[in-house]
């Protein structure tokens, strides 16, 4: 019964997808995000199939979290966390990679190029701080800020927010070409699902969210996912949509040192005193 609810109901698919219509409220929609007119028919197309699947492999990936009061005590089971959420961005990609349509196909690629990169700088940041995930003794403290900065530079990267965002100027045509309403409407509800399981993994991996009592950790993680939210939106419109090279120069430049940096700081905690 506990594996059941923490599927299902917490850390599961209801907060998975509670999570998601959180973020998409928090950061705000641009453009017609679509309508839910229809859905029967979007679901049975390789598109809603393809989106449907993201929202289920974010929500275990979610649910193998050691989330604050998980029922079955949260197995730790980081790996299995990082092959949901990457299956939640790269499946939904799959029919427009396979799409007969250039422009489609180009703009899933620069999707595809900016995110998975992003999320490698973010996930080796995350490692560092993840290694000492309970220690947030003094020693520590440098590997996990260090671990924090770089995954909020490298955040907007991994998800495509903002001057990471589509380039329509550039492919001619977003991956939504042609896509009726309610594909649309599905087809953005999984991106949204995926950029929140994201985020809260990665509020979960450098937040003291292990110590503590649970309403304290709690609040920690609910502070964390609005407070990121807000800063998105306000990064949204803020600058021009980036070209892939000059996004690999800033991730190489600024993210790479910092994720290196803590993780040296992670070698040096770890060295007997």
Do not use: C
Not at 234 to 245: I, N, V
Request: aromatic share 6%.
């Amino acid at each position: 019964m506990d594996i059941i609810i923490a599927g299902i109901v917490y850390p599961g698919l209801i907060t998975t997808l509670a999570l998601g219509l959180l973020y998409r409220w928090l950061v705000g929609g641009a453009g017609d995000r679509g309508s839910m007119g229809g859905i029967g028919a979007a679901l049975r197309s390789r598109e809603g199939l393809a989106a449907l699947t993201g929202i289920l492999v974010a929500a275990g990936g979610l649910a193998a979290m050691p989330w604050p009061a998980h029922p079955v005590g949260g197995t730790h089971a980081w790996l299995w966390t990082w092959a949901g959420i990457e299956l939640a961005f790269l499946i939904p990609l799959i029919p427009a990679l396979a799409a007969g349509t250039p422009k489609v196909v180009r703009a899933a690629v620069r999707r595809a190029q900016i995110g998975t990169f992003g999320r490698a700088l973010l996930w080796l940041a995350l490692t560092a701080s993840l290694t000492i995930h309970t220690n947030w003794g003094l020693a520590a403290l440098p590997t996990h800020l260090l671990a924090l900065i770089a995954a909020l530079i490298s955040f907007p990267i991994a998800i495509g927010w903002g001057p990471f965002d589509d380039e329509v100027s550039i492919t001619g045509a977003s991956m939504q070409e042609g896509m009726p309403p309610a594909l649309r409407w599905l087809d953005n509800l999984a991106r949204d699902v995926a950029s929140a399981a994201l985020l809260a993994t990665t509020i979960v991996a450098t937040l003291p969210t292990t110590i503590g009592p649970i309403w304290l950790r709690l609040t920690i993680i609910g502070a964390g996912f609005i407070t990121a939210g807000g800063l998105l939106r306000r990064l949204s419109g803020r600058m021009p949509r980036l070209t892939l090279p000059d996004i690999l120069r800033l991730g190489w430049a600024y993210v790479a040192p910092l994720a290196v940096a803590a993780t040296i700081a992670l070698i040096i905690a770890g060295r007997p005193t």
